[in-house]
């Protein structure tokens, strides 16, 4: 150490340190147990060296610090302050969109993200899916190295063999991509498709919204995308389109964000939107609508024509409907929605499921065509990077043509079509047709290893980019940390094809840049940077007319009738989307919002439909197993557990994708079923199938065993007639009347709407202030559970598999609790996030014997993990069950397994404890956010008050829907004080007199008296 | 009208005739006789099963609490389960000695030796659960009020903490009660028997006993003493036992029946397993004319009797469910009937309320063998009524969204099967070390003990020889 140390007297400069060859020597060998811990692409030297550019670079890219062993900084960045996290702003690309977001760096390791509040998409608000990306890229399944034939080989070997093999411009060359809106890859792209004349270039996403582009074609005569505004709209109609999830919508986040907005209400006066929906499957956008149709998938193609025929007689327009007749055309939901519309002309969104056929997404557009909704609340944009093509028709084309052997070689970039494409394709046998298959992908997956090239592709938190957004807002992509495992970005490998030489990311994005930014472009790319996003961006709006050929192109498809018998439909999956997200923890084992599943699919179906099939059409409660059913559809064959949904579509099965994965990486190899064998390219969402059961059952770990409220009053719920005539419904005495003790002496004090009296006084630090309190909003939680994966990573709680979760052990601090009323077969559904309450009387803090659990001053019910020695009596005492034990050691196991557990400790937040085997835990209301606000507020105005909106949870700020507030109670004008004084407000469980800090406004319906 | 009504002695505690030396030879002939192979191939197999419950805590402790079926919403299952049975069990045995003892009944001496032993080994083995049931063994310690450098004390709000405080003064104050009736017993072991070692190790643990009759006054007072501070404990152990539950807001626990239901129910458990042990070893050990069937049926009215306090508790919970308008409380007692443990609580009910009204006959109560498999039966009922009070209870609480069914693992049944291991291994060398009734007790409750020398006029009556034989009572 001696040595060591007279070393580190002598440093001049970083970059003298990391040329020091016997310094590294030295380290190695005194460390080499942990040498492991990065693989040899990024050696402690490399990373000192760039990091010493990246200073140089005034601290755009930030950096990782070494990890082996915390040595002071040599010399400390300007700006950083150890244990003060940066943040920096990038976005997250998702197929061709990008949305804006914040991430939080803790010395060089990015360990949040959160929401952009300057970017159109977010909004300051996240999905699911970008909640859990830092936990992909700190995935140690990915793929560490290029791959030559299955070897492992430096990223040199690759840009030699690209420089060499593309060095001849005459090849013909097949590239397959995955969605895409950066403008430096479409950049690249143009100029490889100029110098390989015999190139050809598809994109493929095994859910795409192709089908709504080819319908405005249909409709107006232009491929366009069709944008939303729901918060302009007073009328939405939904056919099957659950525009408010992320894995139905690709700008659900925005979507979910407008739709909730536009019906809060805050007082009688207040107005919502009314939401129609006609489904299959029920989704979380059809638990949060007014009304709610089922209906096959099959079947809503008709009852979408069979809406327009009505209302071509009402409009012009729509007279490529006139006459239709079908079964619908005299249903009452036809009807209505008819009236409604009319009565709703330029203020209201027709909206079809993006998967449904371009037919029916031309009826849909002429419908806002005609109903003047079209350039009001629903505006169409051209796409400037498609090409004008049917992107489906082009890549069955290309893999045709690749069978034919007209393509010497592939370039698969980011997609994985061997697990995704449709199966009559025949994708892989084509592949095999083409001599050299070149594969960039995070893991080493299906299609990798089919290629004779696999180049390990860097994760957006890695590497520089750019991207669109949903309405065209242009973002760069800002890296936060050096690539862990020294991968390529898309554009680093087109530049690597069209150079023959690595180029950097930054390089590329900044010459695609220097076109969209005027004036001084160094300053102009630093207020890109530093926003996250170019202000003067934005797709043009279109103006549309519908085109005249819109009758003839229809016709055809007017009078396609539904599938007979049993349909099955194959949709994305609500966590793992297409399968891409396989490999993260925190998906799988986030419960399904609408089943509460975890580690598994199913097969979603009916209570009629499982008993016409002999199953039994209720679950037991004690017993994970269910039984399974075996489906077979175009000559493919597979056995999955059956589901049963209530709300379901009779004689229709739902399945997702993305599971069954097999040698991908260790969360996602065995778990769940394929179903891609299913999906033809004829048959992309639904097709007939034979269904049966086995007889055999299979065990499916879901969060939630019971279905149902039994009566009981933790959600309450009024439509806004019944609100406006009692606006005081939600309290606890409209629930209870006078049955429970206390209530008539609350009465005579006028205290009534609070609950009973009780006979106790005492209050938790009542001269303290601030009080911290919470309030969830019933009327806008969807139950996206996008609060579950932000609170997973900013409090560091663990995954702990699908056996443990099956024993009902789940670690989430805040869950979703999803509950049916009314009949099976048209219940609505009702989500209710549920965190610790913090209660002022906690029953949980008077039965620790040691006194673990206690209220801090500010009304907070604190855990301290040292003091706890595991007896349970506050979980069991705790009438919410929000505690949550440490059975095994979780937090062990999460982040010591594999041979370098270093890269997975990575992601925690450094700001919260890691708790041992034997402890409980459970929502703390952020109390590292909350102390952190406090000192600040201490330090820059003298005030132990932070200004309200200053401190925010997790959960809180993660939620698309504004559902959560959180603050101070002794500040009458913050925002969680107006909830609380709201007359919609009620906490669960008043009788109790536990007193919760958490308390809940009432849902509220907006619904249609003639239909209800 | 006049009735007059004659004296009417109690039936002999004691068959056969039997003298003070008779007697001694019959007990302590016992511990002084070679070891009988059988002994030792049952304290083998009771060892096993020792080994059994180390093991298990071992691998408990190794891997964590997770090796057991607990669950979110059930955070106690077998554990706390097995802890308040071992603890019922435990009652009768001072129960018998203390309250019995206040209350004069001479019967008792026949059992009180053996009903206390069993007590402590119960205790013992309750012990075990609350100890290793928590998630950090290693900082147990915590729960005591050690004074510490941050004057960190313990909750004292918090029941477990009544339950450290409870349990352990009950074991003190009933091994010491035990240990000083096995004085004066001990001393006539070291007098008869013929080892060297023996006669050391029973003349050390003797206290040098020599029957005088200074030894004797303090023996007697000390005895009353301890009877009277363990008299209250037979109430408050249970009681504070039942305040784990009680003192909580879970639907189905939050009860103010619970003390006076868990003590009537720990008696009524308690009673049952001395008289399984105590018919075994009355055959083996020919013990009939100590242990008689009168004792039999003595014993068999306290669980018809504690039987219906129990039986009646479960009626008036349902009531009070009813009665109080809790609608979670209602739910639970309904669920209980009728949910996913109805199996469960139908086991209990046929258990203890139907099973104890067959000794409503005289020839049912005073049937040795029908005894025995009664017996076994209420054990059994009472170990299902602390699994339905604890487990359906978490089970099917307020929120709907949390409820969830509890399963047993491997693990936890071994454990509680191991520490049947370490109650008969202690039982096992109770029988064969120590003298299993209180020898010395068992003269003073004989007729040779009490001779009438005086009539009830105050006059000199030479004593008689025979022993009394019961009469039947006559009316006139």
Redesign the interface.
Known sequence: MSDQSNKTTYWKSLNELAQNEEYKKFEEREFAENATELTDQVSRRSFLRVMGASIALAGFASCRKPVQKIMPYARQPEDLVLGEPHFYATAMPFQDTVTGLIVENNEGRPTKLEGNEEHPSSGGRTSIYHQAGILSMYDPDRSRSPQRDGESVSKDDFINFASDHFSDRNRSVLFISEGNSSPTYHRLKDQILSEFSGAEWVTYEPFSEDNAIEGTQMAFGSRLRTVNHFDEADLVISLDDDFMSPYGHKNSVENAYKTTQRRKVTSTDDEMSRIYIVENAYTTTGSYADHRMKLKSSEIEAFTFALAGRLAGSVSGLSAFDGVNNDFSNHDWVDRLAEELLDHRGNAIVTAGQDHSPAMHAAVAAINAALDNAGNTVTYHELPYRDDRNEREAFSNAVSEMQAGRFDTVVLVGTNPIFTAPADLGFADALANVDTRIHLAEYIDETSRVCNWHVNRAHFLEAWGDGLSYTGHRSVIQPQILPLFDGLSEVELLATILNGEESSGYDLVQETWEEYLDGDFTRAWEVVLHDGLDENSGFDTASVSISGNLGSEIQDHLNEGPVSGMEINIRPDATLFDGRFANNGWLQELPEPMTKITWDNVALMSPATAESLGLPSERS???NNVPTVRISAGGETIEIAAWIQPGHADDSITLTVGYGRDNVGRVADGVGIDTYPLRTSQAMLFQGADVEATGSSYEIACV???Y?????D?IRTANMDEYRENPEFASFKSFHGF??PGMKEAERAGTAHQGPVSLFTEQYGPDHEPQWGMAIDLNACFGCGVCTIACQAENNIPVIGKR?VG????MHWI?T???FEGDQDNPKVYH?P?PCMHCELA?CE??????ATTHSDDGMNQMTYN???????C???C???VR??????YAKEYLTTGDDPEIIQMAMNPDVTVR?????EKCSYCVQRVNKAKIKSRIETGSKKPADGSVKTACQQACPANAITFGDLTDENSEVSQHKMNERNYV??E??N?RPRTSYLAKLRNTNSELA | MSKTYEYVPEPALIKGNHDFKSITAMVTDINLRPTPKMWYVLFGLSNILLLVLLVSIGYLIW????IW?????V??GWAIINFVWWVGIGHAGTLISAILFLFRQDWRTAINRFAEAMTIFAVMCAGIFPAI????IW??Y??FPLPNQMA????F?????WD?FAVSTYFTVSLLFWYVGLVPDLATVRDRIKSKIGKVLYGTFALGWRGSNRHWWNYEKSYMILAGLATPLVLSVHTIVSF?FA????PGWHTTIFPPYFVAGAVFSGFAMVLTLMIICRKIYGLEDIMTVDHIEKMNLIILVTGNMVGFAYLMEFFIAWYG????EK?IFILRAMG?YAWAYWIMIACNVISPQFFWSKKLRRSVGFTFFISIVVNIGMWFERFVITVTS?ST?????????Y?PTFWDVITYIGTFGLFFSSFLLFLRFLPMVAVAELKGVMPQADPHNYDEAGEYVPPKVEIPEPKKETVK
């Open positions: 409660f004690r017993t939630q065993d019971h149902s409220l039994e009566g009981r933790m049955e429970v443990e024993r009902r052990r789940i869950r609790d999803r509950y209710q549920v029953p008077q039965v620790c014997p040691v006194a003091r706890c020695i595991g007896t349970r009596y979980a069991n005492n009438p919410f069950k949550r034990f440490n059975f095994f050691n041992f085997r034997g402890v409980i669960m469980l009788e109790m536990v | 891997e964590g609490t997770g079926g607990l669950n979110q919403p955070g106690w049931h928590v998630g950090r900082v147990i915590w729960v960190m004390w313990p909750n709000n918090s029941p477990l903490l450290v784990d003192v909580s807001i879970i308008g809790v609608e979670y739910a996913p978490l609480d307020f929120l709907p969204s949390s409820w969830g069914y399963s």
